[in-house]
């Protein structure tokens, strides 16, 4: 389907077009209740179709900007569904179009996307802060006074807080403030029937934080979930959150039951940075400052008077989560005891589709049994170590994997890192998973050492078409090349249309009397027509001739023996690369000529570029003069790795950057004499999402 684009040039924009609201000219009329999602497409696309004419002749006289006479023939109804195909950015160009336009967009929003809205210190209403907030809702102490009184609001009106924010972000706030927001009740009328809530019951004795899988139970006792229908008369106004976020939160497993309790249509469940509450002094009764270490000091949420909670028999009723389909997991509670929670959570799950697991003690195959029994429908599994000082290893092997695999039909996205326990005994089997898609089980070992490989290791069990991803890290050792050359080339029979293979570049590595890596070069010779993203490390030196050519994404090191050898001319030209990773490892003039050739005649055409280990000297100002040049890179539009902000939004003012805090950084870059171009860059430009790596 094509997507209806609507451009505007901020100089241009035309505010005097349009006074009177516009007339339907296609007879298509659109009921804005209607909630199915392919309907609303069906429709949109006709929408497209019915202007498609008009608006081709019109970009043809100008092709930056579709104007507003075209939009002026849009009915009331179909700008509605307009809007909601449309990023916040997009919705500001199109406001931007006319006096008329910015009215009926801000219009549309207040009675549509944005009903209720936090003002900060009396401002007007903001519809660049109020589209932000009806995305997203970020809830801290600056502001939970403010949402108290919005929450008030629409209990009153006995709203959905749907209508206030799609996802709400508790940050680093007391746990009794959270569930004294998502509890508040919508009172019915006295003729309204009760609602009988399907709920899990999960056990709330404080000793089960001590508790593991494997502390004298069978994985059967865990797997057992009893339900409870939970009758309700005044219904939470949390049951009407889609997302909810819980950030840096200090709490008890119990507070968080309770708190999830109060939620009943989620459809994506972020806990992230979660800590268990707790008052623990040093032996000494001394820490910082002589007083201790207290670590997630919180209050506890007190009301007894709750449908939800049984506390005389330690139980908590929280609503099945039917409709979840994403859940991200960083939450410690506790180092001994982290997949007995995260197997309570996952009885919640039934339809779940997503599972983003970083745990703090080893993941096992006991884990990915209870995993494959709680959640059949799982698509995407990723699992990875807490990322301390030295990240904990997975304990899975290939059978418990293989087991995994077999019981979850659907699953075509697996990520486990680092995994200590496999033997490459999977990939003999591995192509019997026709659905699999993106396959991550990278063999590292940080404390635990590694599983010995296995004998006469390959590929096989069927072909896989749909792999396009697999990445089994680099700690293979071969005895000899023959045995490499096999598994790579038993992987190339199996996957036939595989476009990135991850660490296995990096695998041990054998030369030749000649000094070459042949078994590199064997290894992309081998994908040359298939691989589009490939990291040729340091070995750009001795692979810059066999790059193939459908190359989409690339990652390489700029030695000083790449600059010596004049590596450079030995490229060919690429087109159709989008994305490039530099790794520089000096700042002097010749590797700014090498950049310049790489920008200019060998892959122009790049829109993401990412910079590693950029020197700080007297000649870090390459880059700027490299992007001076309108011929460098003249496509670029994302940039990550670079700290000269407001000298790179001078010269490429449309570059979104990755920051980690868009905000501040650009409030302190960008220029405060050019109002527009501030107002353009941070709502039009940083506001679209940074394309992922």
Not at 203 to 211: F, Q, T
Request: with cysteine; proline share 3%.
């Amino acid at each position: 389907m094509k997507r209806l684009q609507i451009e505007a040039s901020l100089p241009e924009a035309d505010h005097s077009l349009n006074e009177q609201q516009p007339q339907s000219s296609t007879g298509l009329i659109i009921s804005s209740s209607s909630s199915d999602p392919l309907q609303k497409k069906i429709k949109l696309q006709t929408i497209v179709e019915n202007h498609q004419d008009d608006a081709l002749s019109q970009s043809r006289e100008n092709p930056t900007r579709i104007c507003s006479s075209s939009l002026a023939k849009l009915s009331f109804d179909e700008i509605e569904l307009i809007l909601e195909y449309l990023l916040i950015g997009e919705l500001l160009m199109m406001s931007l179009c006319s006096k008329w336009w910015y009215q009926s967009v801000c219009g549309l929003v207040k009675e549509k996307f944005c009903k209720y809205y936090i003002h900060d210190d009396d401002d007007d209403w903001v519809l660049t802060k109020a589209l932000r907030s009806a995305k997203s809702l970020s809830i801290s102490y600056a502001n939970i006074d403010q949402v108290r009184t919005v929450v008030d609001e629409i209990v009153e009106h006995g709203d959905s807080l749907n209508n206030f924010s799609k996802r709400l972000v508790f940050d680093s706030i007391d746990p009794t403030d959270i569930y004294e927001i998502l509890s508040a009740r919508i009172v019915k009328q006295e003729s309204a029937t009760t609602t009988i809530v399907k709920t899990a019951v999960l056990g709330a004795v404080a000793d089960l934080e001590k508790r593991s899988l494997t502390d004298g139970e069978s994985d059967e006792s865990h797997d057992q979930v009893a339900f409870k229908q939970v009758e309700i008369k005044e219904i939470p106004i949390g049951f009407g959150l889609k997302e909810l976020s819980l950030n840096d939160i200090s709490l008890s497993r119990i507070d968080l039951y309770r708190i999830l309790s109060k939620c009943c249509a989620l459809e994506k469940l972020d806990l992230d940075g979660l800590q268990l509450a707790y008052y623990q002094p040093f032996a000494s009764g001394k820490g910082r400052g002589g007083k201790g270490l207290r670590r997630g000091k919180s209050t506890k949420i007190e009301e007894d008077n709750d449908e939800f909670f049984n506390g005389h028999e330690g139980q908590v009723y929280v609503p099945v989560f039917g409709s979840l389909k994403s859940l991200t997991s960083n939450a410690i509670f506790d180092y001994n005891a982290g997949e007995k929670f995260m197997v309570d959570i996952l009885k919640l799950c039934p339809n779940l589709e997503e599972l983003h697991y970083i745990y703090q003690s080893p993941v096992d195959d006991s884990f990915l049994r209870h995993l494959s029994k709680m959640c059949p429908k799982l698509k995407k599994f990723v699992s990875e170590g807490y990322d301390g000082a030295t990240p904990i290893e997975i304990e899975v092997t290939d059978e418990g994997l293989y087991e995994l695999m077999k019981a979850l039909p659907q699953l075509e996205h697996i990520h486990l890192n680092p995994c200590c326990n496999m033997s490459g005994e999977i990939f003999k089997k591995l192509g019997e998973f026709s659905q699999l898609k993106h396959f991550h089980v990278n063999r590292t070992s940080y404390n635990n050492g590694l599983v010995d490989m296995t004998s006469d290791i390959h590929f096989g069990g069927g072909v896989l078409s749909k792999l396009e991803y697999i990445d089994v890290g680099g700690c293979y050792d071969f005895e000899t090349l023959e045995e490499f050359e096999k598994f790579i080339t038993s992987l190339r029979s199996v996957a036939p249309h595989l476009k990135n293979f991850g660490e296995l570049m990096f695998c041990e590595s054998r030369r030749d009397s000649s000094g070459s890596i042949i078994d590199k070069k064997k290894l992309v010779e081998l994908f040359s027509e298939t691989i589009a993203h490939l990291d040729v490390d340091r070995a750009a030196t001795d692979l810059a001739s066999i790059l193939p050519k459908n190359l989409t994404s690339l990652s390489m090191e700029l030695t000083q023996e790449f600059v010596n050898k004049n590596v450079v001319t030995q490229l060919q030209p690429n087109y159709g690369l989008k994305k490039l990773t530099l790794h520089l490892y000096n700042d002097k003039p010749e590797m700014g000529s090498v950049i310049e050739t790489l920008a200019v005649k060998i892959y122009p055409c790049v829109t993401h570029l990412r910079l590693y280990n950029i020197c700080f000297g007297d000649n870090y100002d390459v880059l700027e003069k490299i992007l001076s040049n309108p011929n460098a890179w003249p496509n670029l539009r994302f940039m990550d790795g670079v700290s000269n902000v407001k000298e790179i939004l001078t010269i490429r003012p449309n570059i979104r950057l990755n920051l980690e805090d868009a905000t501040d950084i650009l409030n302190e870059n960008c220029c405060s004499d050019d109002e527009r171009s501030a107002f353009y860059y941070k709502w039009l430009i940083a506001d679209q999402p940074f394309d992922s790596w």
